[in-house]
């Protein structure tokens, strides 16, 4: 991924979520670089059809969360809400989910480089003032969850109130071009 498509990502995400954390611009970007791996060290599509079904059972909407939104490096966030909808049959998501963790990138040196490499790539837009974090508020989080190891992380208390995510992580290589061509916002 380019550098100027990873900013025009996290500043379209910033600007759709302006209740978005340090926290949530961390989950952006690890979403991206390592997909959904992280959801399970085993998955298997049994396991992940019971996890979409009980979560469906207490879902709430946020009706202006996109139902397929880009998040960069041909990983796409895709809405439960298109199950709901019947835009998407369970068993379609399952199985796209299903592929997108058994195919995401390792935690390696490579990807791990990758990673912090849009890290500072977010502290300089922060710096820029593209974002109103405070400076060193953002430095010492950064520092504090690399410090933990780079891991998943939930997205923060305010955004979960404020949007209420349901999505999945999908690949881009899993989703029918025409469903990504109808349903997607695009960030640049």
């Keep these: 991924m380019t550098e100027e498509k990873l900013k025009s990502i996290l500043i379209a995400h910033y600007q ?4 978005m954390q340090v926290l949530d611009m961390i989950k952006l970007i690890y979403q991206q670089t390592f997909g959904p791996a992280h959801f399970s060290s085993s998955p298997s599509l049994k396991s992940i059809k019971e996890y979409l ?4 059972h207490s879902v709430k909407f946020n009706q202006e969360t996109p139902l397929i939104e880009d ?4 990983y796409y966030r895709i809405s439960l809400k298109m199950i709901v909808d019947q835009l998407l049959s369970l068993e379609d998501l399952s199985v796209m989910f299903y592929q ?3 195919n995401s990138p390792s935690l390696s040196d490579h990807t791990k480089q ?10 300089m837009l922060n710096q820029k003032k593209v974002f109103n974090y405070d400076n060193q508020d953002l430095i010492n989080e950064v520092k504090s969850y690399i410090q933990k190891g780079i891991h998943a992380t939930h997205h923060s208390e305010e955004y979960l109130k404020h949007y209420d995510p349901h999505y999945r992580v999908i690949h881009k290589k899993y989703i029918a071009k025409n469903m990504i061509d109808v349903y997607t916002i695009k960030s640049e």
């Design 16 to 19: 759709r979520y302006p209740n």
């Design 100 to 102: 997108s963790m058994s």
């Design 53 to 56: 079904i009980n979560e469906l």
């Design 71 to 74: 998040i960069g490096n041909d």
């Design 114 to 123: 990758e990673f912090l490499k849009k890290i500072d790539s977010m502290i």
